[in-house]
């Protein structure tokens, strides 16, 4: 009897687990499937409201040393710049929804999408490291990151970035300044 009871709790932790993988693969997909049709225009309801760019600057001395993170919603830009994590600078300001959406359809003309990417080789060190994040409120819609090193790029961000990044922080009015600044 004592076997029978190990073999129906071994069933049952079998079957959590299985549904556990099945609820998450339904959220993975409605998740991945609702920043498609955003990205085709096909939904605003439960489209994105709000992108994230992270910016990880090498692994250089502090006074060199520049990150940055940009948050846009429909209608404000924050930008906080960091040193090694120290906030240096952090600013807020207001934009259009029209510039919101803007920046939304720049994700589709530069094509932004997960992709494979070779595995960062070993010894590869220094790089710098760009990241986007799409939000529907609380919800993460998208993540995606490529570490640029020794002229190689690893992760699983694909697109035209540098154009797409070029774009959020031209929302920043006075980012030459901020990035430029040092305590």
């Known amino acids: ?10 069933e049952r932790k079998e079957l959590l687990l299985w549904l556990v993988l099945c609820v998450s693969t339904i959220i993975g997909c409605h998740s991945h499937e609702t920043y498609k049709k955003v990205l085709n225009g096909e939904s605003s309801a439960n489209g994105i409201m709000e992108v994230a760019y992270r910016y990880k600057d090498a692994s250089i001395p502090p006074e060199y040393h520049k990150s940055y993170t940009i948050q846009v919603n429909s209608n404000r830009v924050h930008i906080v710049v960091d040193i090694y994590g120290a ?10 929804k029209k510039r919101f959406n803007d920046l939304l359809e720049s994700l589709k003309k530069t094509k932004i999408r997960h992709c494979i990417r070779m595995r960062v080789e070993s010894g590869c060190t220094g790089g710098t490291t760009q990241k986007i994040s799409l939000f529907n ?11 640029h090193c020794s002229g190689k790029d ?10 797409f990044s070029d774009e959020v922080k031209s929302l920043v009015p006075d980012i030459e300044s901020l990035l430029d600044s040092y305590p």
Request: glycine share 12%; hydrophobic share 35%; charged share 20%.
């Open 154 to 163: 690893y992760g699983n961000l694909c697109g035209d970035i540098e154009a």
């Open 137 to 147: 409120g609380s919800n993460q819609l998208f993540i995606g990151h490529v570490y």
């Open 1 to 10: 009897m004592n076997r029978l009871s190990e073999e129906g709790r071994l």
């Open 87 to 96: 906030i240096l600078a952090e600013r807020t300001y207001d934009i259009s």
